[in-house]
């Protein structure tokens, strides 16, 4: 379990370079296994496009734990901020399995109440592979450290927050993440939401997104 949050929190903060997206195509869609999934997006989301949405597939293949469903941006009121988005992720192990929200929430909690939050200290360093191609997409070294760990749980998600330090030779960033694990059609799915100018006292501004955006996927597919 460690791992479904271990990588995406740390190789996702590198994407938020100044880019440009597209303009917001309101319905969208992604497949889990064999389920598809439909999300009609709010205006105030919009989806990667140029070398943005290249890199943004080029760091989502470091994760080789989780597959990407869904990479946007932040795009309220006309403007794009690349330093604030959201992507979705879907554990690997967990893409064919049928799996029940009320018993997979509680596992989890179950879970991250117990795992040592040492377990979700990521490093490029532990994988050189990985870290060899980050450097080859960004041009420069990077190291990095979370301080992840559980926040709370309600009927539709278990949240994990925190933030993630990045040093490299372009300089240092903290940012913010807040994860929304849940189900979707029986299906797993991780709402990831990310700020890079927040501060704890963003926080829980960050975990209501997350959960608005869960429930709003599932509204729109369980109906």
């Known amino acids: 379990m460690d791992r479904l949050v271990k990588w995406t929190v740390t190789v996702a903060l590198a994407i938020c370079a100044h880019s ?119 041009g420069s070294k990077a190291t990095f450290k979370s301080t992840i760990k559980p926040i709370s ?5 278990v949240y994990l927050g925190g933030f993630v330090d990045t040093a490299s030779s372009k300089g240092q960033r903290r940012g913010a993440v807040m994860a929304c694990m849940t189900i979707v059609l029986r299906k797993a799915l991780t709402v990831y939401v990310y700020d890079m100018r927040t501060d704890a006292s963003g926080m829980p501004k960050l975990l209501r997104e997350a959960h608005k955006i869960a429930a709003d996927i599932i509204g729109q597919n369980e109906k």
């Open 20 to 138: 440009a997206v597209a303009a917001n195509s309101n319905q969208v869609s992604f497949r889990i296994g064999a389920v598809d999934i439909l999300w009609r997006l709010p205006s105030e989301y919009c989806p990667r496009e140029g070398e943005a949405a290249a890199k943004a597939q080029a760091v989502a293949a470091l994760d080789n734990d989780n597959i990407t469903d869904l990479d946007i941006v932040s795009c309220a009121d006309g403007k794009t901020n690349t330093d604030h988005y959201v992507i979705l992720k879907t554990p690997n192990a967990l893409i064919f399995p049928a799996i029940d929200r009320s018993e997979y929430l509680h596992s989890v909690a179950d879970y991250v109440e117990k795992a040592n939050p040492s377990e979700w200290q990521p490093s490029l360093t532990d994988d050189d592979d990985a870290a060899k191609r980050f450097e080859s997409i960004f």
């Open 153 to 157: 749980k309600d009927d539709i998600c």
